[in-house]
């Protein structure tokens, strides 16, 4: 049998061209269509896809930041402690160069012993946050008088210093006249505090200890002031 002629041969390749083009692109198509289908019926409910309920994002904010724990009440007849037996650290997390400093000058000034101001490496909102181990109960309640609206935090520290955060809200300390705190009178716990007992199952991590503990002036400078290892959150 003779050999088809080259127009032959480039016409039946031609041809075979043209029938693999018409097969993928009918099959494109056809997936098309079924995309299309299966789509439709996704939106409109008449058929469930269990791999879109997956999250592909991160979920917003309030769902991930774990809900602080409440703070401990204190015992009953626990007097406010005398000011130069609370020993503080301040930090900035306000973001405003020289808070922590300013906020330090104002705690000595009334005889409370600042052991160091630092840099908070987190933005924190509000007013303030008061962290504390157990041996530090009174101690917090006794800072917190002096600060507009606090929260209180208790951590698994074992020692009896507190952390004062500054946060975005925190303006100065509450004027001395208007701090109520009596000597004499039982420290009253705040809304929402929980038995010691209670409040220890939910103590967050202490702060790592610090090799040193210089005590800078400029405080809150961004460029100056030394960080200090804040209570892990959450």
Known sequence: ??????????????????????????????????????????????????????????????????????????????????????????????????????????????????????????????????????????AAYTLAAQVDQPVLVLDTRVDATVDLVLGDAYADLLDPAAVVLDPAVPLVGVTGCVPLEEARASAIPGPTPSPTEETLQDGGDPATEEPVAPPAEG
């Open 1 to 138: 049998m003779a050999a088809p002629s080259p127009d032959r041969q480039r016409t039946l390749r031609r041809r075979h061209l043209h029938e693999r083009q018409a097969v993928v692109f009918g099959s494109l198509v056809a997936a098309l269509a079924v995309v299309g289908l299966g789509s439709a019926a996704v939106y409109t409910g008449v058929m469930s896809a269990p791999f879109l309920d997956r999250e592909f994002s991160s979920p917003p904010p309030e769902e991930t930041g774990a809900a602080l724990p409440p703070a401990p009440c204190p015992a009953e007849g626990t007097l406010p402690l005398p000011y130069g037996s609370v020993q503080v650290s301040v930090l900035n997390g306000s973001g405003r160069t020289g808070l922590a400093g300013a906020t330090a000058t104002g705690l000595t000034t009334r005889g409370f012993v600042v052991l160091t101001t630092g840099n908070y490496p987190a933005s924190l909102s509000g007013t303030a946050q008061i962290t504390f181990g157990e041996a530090g109960i009174a």
